[in-house]
């Protein structure tokens, strides 16, 4: 399978400050999402990004699918992003492969 | 549009009881994934289905899992007979078309076996 490595494992930040979560694949994939997991458990969906850069909000996403690695950028953080974030990885359309995720704790 | 319902939300049952899990998929996605999240595990893939035929169940732990997908609108999950290690969340999640689309994700069932 798919080696998916996330750093840092966890992150704590003041409210308003900027972050960068990474995440390493061991080989090439058609597909990549990041998730961000609220403290009630819900698997929101933030970006469908194989390659390329998106944005939505103070969340933006870039993917450099040669090197294998994606990058989540948050600004501004507020409170409500704590929790955890998910990178997923799929080659064939059938087995995706989750990192261990980044554990986020944004503090007043 | 409703996103992935899954149900019960919470299900707390003994040991040795039978467990099933339901899953409806989004309206027009053909393909259907069953995840199990643990802390030790984190999240892995335990069955997908394509057009409702079950591709690759490498995932499923034991014998004592099975999955169904009887229509496009309708999956479950069943644990028989349930043990304490099968406690965990347990996510549906299903996507449109084969590739090169985003999966999303049910709000998860927790499961807890006493």
């Known amino acids: 399978g798919i080696q998916v490595e996330q750093s840092p494992p966890d992150l704590i930040l003041q409210e308003g400050a900027n972050s960068t979560l990474r995440c390493n694949f061991s080989d090439s994939v058609n597909n990549l999402q990041w998730f961000h997991q609220n403290p009630w458990g819900q698997l929101i969906n933030l970006f469908y990004i194989p390659s390329g850069t998106k944005q939505n909000g103070r969340l933006s996403a870039t993917t450099v699918a040669t090197e294998r690695y994606s990058l989540l950028y948050i600004s501004s953080s507020q409170t409500t992003d704590s929790g955890v974030y998910f990178c997923?990885?799929?080659?064939?359309?059938?087995?995706?492969?989750f990192g261990t995720g980044t554990s986020l704790t944004v503090i007043p | 549009d409703a996103g992935v319902i899954q149900s019960p939300r919470h299900e707390v049952t003994e040991m040795g009881q039978e467990v099933t899990l339901r899953c409806k998929p989004i309206s027009g996605h053909n393909s259907l994934f069953w995840y199990r999240q643990t802390m030790m595990r984190g999240l892995e893939l335990l069955i997908y289905f394509n057009n409702n035929v079950p591709i690759d169940d490498s995932g499923m732990p034991e014998d004592r899992f099975s999955a169904k997908m009887p229509n496009a609108s309708f999956s479950t999950l069943k644990i028989q007979p349930s043990e304490p290690r099968d406690s965990a969340v347990y996510f549906c999640a299903s996507r449109h078309g084969q590739n090169n689309q985003p999966q999303h994700f049910g709000d998860g069932t927790r499961l807890s076996i006493l």
């Open positions: 997923a990885v799929d080659r064939a359309g059938n087995q995706f492969y």
